[in-house]
């Protein structure tokens, strides 16, 4: 019996990412047209609302990402999971650099990036933290527990799924809840200068 499509797709796409790896030369230009879409809808996700200070439209995000990786020739592809959450991680660099650099520039003038989280749900202590301050939450929450800060990455600014994640991270559903619950107060407390320990 045949797999459905997606199931295919997926597993030509861990093909392809793997040869790649490998040092295939074509493997890259046959695994993009795969993967494009998802990334721009990542792309797309992570930048959709106002963000006033981030003058970056998805394509270019994408675009950005991929000449990053194109750049990447050591990396071992374990499978998709792992391919989009690289790519979660270099869009957060790409936005967090544009962030800085343009604080840098007005030195002392207005945070730049502003972010909602309203996508990480719990009541907002500080709901619009600049994409900086953000990043330096996360590297805060990656000193105590790592896990948990990639999970943010990969759901917040990767977009990925529960199941996505767990995939990624190769880990139970349940925990990508609870470390999703966890991390999510931790940010907020974290911006609000009163983060909790991470256990």
Not at 50 to 57: D, T
Not at 113 to 135: W, Y
Not at 145 to 170: M, N, W
Not at 177 to 193: E, Q, S
């Amino acid at each position: 019996m045949e797999a459905p499509p997606d199931r295919r797709d997926k597993g030509e796409v861990t093909d392809l990412l793997r040869a790649w790896s490998e040092g295939s030369p074509e493997a890259f230009d046959r695994v993009m047209p795969l993967v494009y879409d998802e990334l721009h809808r990542m792309a797309a996700r992570y930048l959709a609302g106002e963000r006033a200070n981030v003058s970056l439209q998805a394509t270019a995000l994408v675009n950005e990402v991929c000449l990053r990786l194109l750049g990447w020739e050591a990396v071992q592809w374990q499978n998709r999971g792992h391919f989009f959450g690289v790519s979660a991680r270099m869009m957060r660099r790409v936005l967090v650099d544009i962030a800085r650099r343009r604080r840098a520039e007005r030195r002392g003038g207005p945070a730049a990036a502003r972010v909602p989280l309203d996508g990480i749900d719990p009541p907002a202590v500080q709901p619009d933290p600049d994409l900086a301050a953000l990043d330096d939450a996360l590297v805060a929450l990656e000193a105590e527990d790592a896990r948990k800060a990639r999970v943010v990455e990969l759901r917040f600014f990767g977009g990925l799924s529960v199941e996505e994640t767990a995939e990624a991270l190769q880990v139970s559903l349940r925990t990508v809840h609870n470390d999703w619950a966890f991390a999510r107060a931790w940010l907020y407390r974290a911006l609000a200068g009163t983060a909790p320990h991470a256990d």
